[in-house]
């Protein structure tokens, strides 16, 4: 049996990303928590802080997309990345990795410095103590620390900062539910594939780990119904973030 390990933490869009693909799969895998400002105790082999890392028989590689097609050359049952579909996957990833996913740091790039702000980045910063403890100054500066992540700024430079938060917000979201549209799965596909899983988690984490109140995304029926469908193929918290420190039931959400 190969040993298969996923480095990162689960605050993470890029590590839950990875994690849905392994538990999509069926694989058995340990999860080892990354401290972000520790980052050598468990990744120093990679010689970066970039997560997630993923290694199968000690062989290791970043990059989470590039995951979805390494796993399949592994585990070729439940195939991520279908080459039968391969120019539409590609075209929709392009989306998900330029757009869709470095929208959740905008935040964090040019919000507001506000009470919501500071709320959410001291949650953020709750659920990476879970795995890995910090010491309180820097819980207490992680908001600080949002703002001025270099992989953060590098992000800011490949978005357009002169659309409104709401407004790219609203955008992004039409075009998810383009990309999904009449399903059953992304891109109209029949299986569910890297895709979904590139989505799925980070629509789930903020409710169901306490960043937000409602799942909001489930009052829009296309996506709602898509939630469901996927979240048959995984297990109840596919996030990697502690059990523990789930505030919200999906099961519930999605009644
Ligand atoms: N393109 C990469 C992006 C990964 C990424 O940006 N990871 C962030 C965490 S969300 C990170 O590790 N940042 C710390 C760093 O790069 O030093 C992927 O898809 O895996």
Known sequence: MKSIKLYGYATSPYVRKTGCFLYYKGIDFTHVPVNPIKPKATIGHTNGAQVPVLEVDGEWRRESSDHARWLDELFPEKLLYPLV???????????????????YFRRSIDG?????FLFRAWRLAALVNADTPLPLLIRLIWPLG????????????????????EDMQGRIFSELVGHIADGPYMGGLDQPTMLDFSVFPQLIFGYMFGLEKNLSAAMHPVIKDWLKRVSQHLPA???LAADEMQSNSLTEALA
């Open 146 to 165: 949002l703002r001025t992540a270099p992989f953060i700024r590098h992000m800011a430079k490949h978005m357009d900062l002169t659309e409104s938060y």
């Open 237 to 239: 918290n596919p996030t």
């Open 112 to 116: 507001g410095f506000n009470a919501p």
């Open 85 to 103: 579909h391969q120019a539409k996957i590609d075209k929709i990833d392009r989306w998900i990795s330029d757009t869709y996913l470095p929208s």
